[in-house]
């Protein structure tokens, strides 16, 4: 294992910028491998941002790698079936032939990580932010000081202050529409008979103004609601939530969205793709959104972003030098990610999840990947 510095005999030091999920997989990963690993937080502490969040098969094989699933499944939901509706109509329920998939808060889903981070001998800094990079190894951070390492690991979010510094070549772009993410009390009792309220139901209406509602349950006490609407509708994309614009589009929601329209920190986000000519430089790798933030209509942000930093400290463990196993490293798992932030983005652009049934075998590709055993492992639809 590629775990011990040859000239100090030591263990190999890595620095890693950013406690999101992506940097949390890859600290604790590198952790279990021997590494010597420290986590950088901005913040004066580890917490998560936003409301709910879906990880499919790949990325609840990861959790079983780095040994928090059995956390992570407590407190959290698998529906019956992924209902699409059309103007308030059923249009499709999609099971996808039994793959694994659960729904969860992502400060649910966060505490878990940093607990096992923590457990396995991760040293987290807070109130340490990295500001820039350099591809032999070293780490800068906001106080001034310069850290050096065997490896940096960018995972510093969409606007990536390790990516930037490093000058990589990146297209981004922005989508047509956005969406509100909230979690609010379920309310399963005030809902009535009109579907069955266990389910994931994605609700679209294109008459009179386009709208979405993907209901999303987390547990039997709390509900994930991702209010979709085009940037340019001032009241679809009003926050907080303008409640009568939405309850006249989804009367049967009421309960849940006046919940909703209470929220003060509620945020509008436009969709976002980032794509770069390479994820890699010397001594330097990025994970998660600072590399490849997708559209979010395949959920798989944050699997694609864990399955990387996970077997980013695969290649490490296989290669004899940090520069070689960063190569291995982008050139073996890259494609999986290139091809669902493609089909994310082109899905978002033309709304193609209104139609139902779109969770196909290439939509589903990412889903289906095994890290652990590095197969495409769960049977394809039927």
């Not at 009421?254 to 509620?266: G, R, S």
């Not at 589903?364 to 590095?374: G, N, S, V």
């Amino acid at each position: 294992m590629a775990n011990i510095n040859k000239t100090s005999g030591k263990a190999l030091r890595a620095q890693v910028a950013g406690a999101g999920f992506a940097g949390l997989t890859a600290a604790i990963a590198l952790r279990q491998n021997g590494w010597d690993v420290t986590l950088h937080e901005k913040d004066s502490e580890l917490r998560a941002f936003g409301a709910g969040i879906y990880l499919w098969h790949n990325g609840l094989r990861v959790l079983e790698g780095i040994e928090a699933l059995n956390d992570v499944l407590h407190g959290t939901h698998t529906p019956p079936a992924y209902e699409t509706w059309m103007q308030n109509n059923s249009v499709s329920k999609e099971t996808f032939n039994g793959l694994p998939w659960r729904i969860m808060t992502r400060a649910h889903l966060h505490n878990a990580l940093v607990k096992r981070a923590l457990e396995v001998g991760v040293n987290v800094r807070t109130n340490s932010e990295a500001v820039s990079a350099e591809a032999d190894g070293r780490l800068t951070l906001q106080s001034g000081e310069v850290l050096e390492a065997d490896l940096i690991v960018g995972a510093d979010g969409v606007g990536s202050k390790v990516r930037d510094s490093l000058g990589f070549k990146q297209d981004r772009w922005v989508s047509t529409d956005g969406i509100i993410r909230l979690i609010v009390p379920r309310h399963k009792d005030k809902l009535g008979d009109e579907a069955n309220w266990d389910n994931t139901i994605d609700m679209w209406n294109f008459e009179p103004r386009v709208q979405r509602i993907l209901y999303s349950p987390c547990n039997k006490d709390e509900l994930y609601l991702g209010l979709m609407a085009p940037a340019a509708d001032p009241r679809g994309s009003k926050v907080p939530l303008d409640l009568e614009v939405w309850v006249e589009m989804f009367p049967f929601l009421e309960p849940c969205l006046t919940d909703a329209a209470k929220l003060q920190q509620a945020r509008y986000d436009k969709y976002a793709t980032t794509k770069l000519d390479s994820w890699v430089r010397g001594k330097v790798a990025l994970v998660g959104d600072s590399a490849h933030a997708m559209c979010p209509a395949l959920a798989q942000g944050a699997g694609c972003a864990m399955v990387n930093a996970f077997s980013l400290a695969q290649d490490l463990a296989e290669n004899s030098s940090v520069e070689d196993a960063l190569a291995s490293w982008e050139k073996r798992i890259r494609p999986i990610t290139d091809h669902t932030q493609y089909l994310s983005g082109e899905y978002a652009a033309n709304r193609s999840l209104s139609k139902g049934n779109m969770f196909t075998n290439e939509a589903l590709q990412a889903a289906r990947y095994d890290p652990i055993k590095r197969v495409y492992s769960w049977p394809q639809n039927q």
